[in-house]
């Protein structure tokens, strides 16, 4: 059964600095993983997603990677904003199993 | 513009009542979502359908039910068998994996949710 991982559970950064948000999970045959942003009370924003034929994909300020192999992924944020706090989360789709595994999430806070 | 409409966006209910929760899109995809998101929980998947009048229990589908009777319309019935009901509800869709060829991503929309409190 896959297991999606994020960890640190919460993270705080200065205004401006670049940060790396991770994501692992155990079972390597994927057929897409996708990063997600989520405010207060909302629902999730699609921020970007890799096919498991792609090695990254940028948006922007927003760059993720990923390691089928290692079974890692990571989201680049650059210069960070304020506006950039939010929980993101992965979520992973399996080769022949049309169903997201998510992971339980990273809660960002950029200080002023 | 096309998306996907949740509501109520809250509700409130009293134990032993049943509620249904509405989820509408109009973004002609083929496949729609239930998920249920608890604090420090990561997404779970109630039920999910690929195509109308079809749908299959996700990872926790006791004490829910739906129907699919048309492609825009998936509602979930929370039901008085759920035993711990009180969470926030999340619809989303996507295209159907391999309906189009290459240019299906698989990629999910999410609606706003419905945070459902049991009194």
């Given at each position: 059964k896959q297991e999606v991982t994020q960890i640190p559970a919460a993270l705080s950064v200065p205004e401006g600095e670049n940060l790396v948000l991770n994501c692992s999970f155990t079972?390597?045959?994927?057929?897409n993983l996708q990063w997600f942003r989520q405010d207060p009370g909302k629902g999730l924003t699609s921020l970007l997603l890799i096919q498991s034929s792609q090695r990254e994909q940028t948006s922007g300020r927003l760059n993720a990677s990923l390691d089928k192999s290692s079974g890692r992924s990571t989201l680049y944020i650059a210069a960070?904003?304020?506006?950039?706090s939010a929980t993101y989360l992965c979520a992973v789709m399996d080769f022949g199993n049309e169903k997201l595994t998510f992971g339980t999430g990273t809660r960002l806070t950029i200080i002023p | 513009d096309g998306g996907i409409t949740q509501s109520p966006k809250y509700l409130f209910r009293k134990e032993g009542q049943n509620v249904t929760l509405s989820c509408e899109q109009n973004l002609n995809h083929d496949a729609m979502y239930w998920y249920r998101q608890d604090p420090g929980q990561g997404l779970r998947l109630i039920y999910y359908s690929q195509i109308v009048n079809d749908f299959q229990k996700g990872d926790i589908a006791e004490g829910y039910s739906v129907s699919r009777e048309k492609k825009e319309s998936f509602p979930l019935t929370v039901t008085s068998a759920q035993k711990n009901p009180t969470a926030f509800y999340l619809c989303a869709s996507s295209i159907l994996?391999?309906?189009?060829?290459?240019?299906?991503?698989g990629e999910l929309f999410f609606g706003e949710g419905s945070r459902l409190t049991v009194l």
């Open positions: 079972d390597s045959a994927i057929y960070s904003q304020p506006g950039d | 994996i391999g309906r189009w060829g290459q240019k299906n991503t």
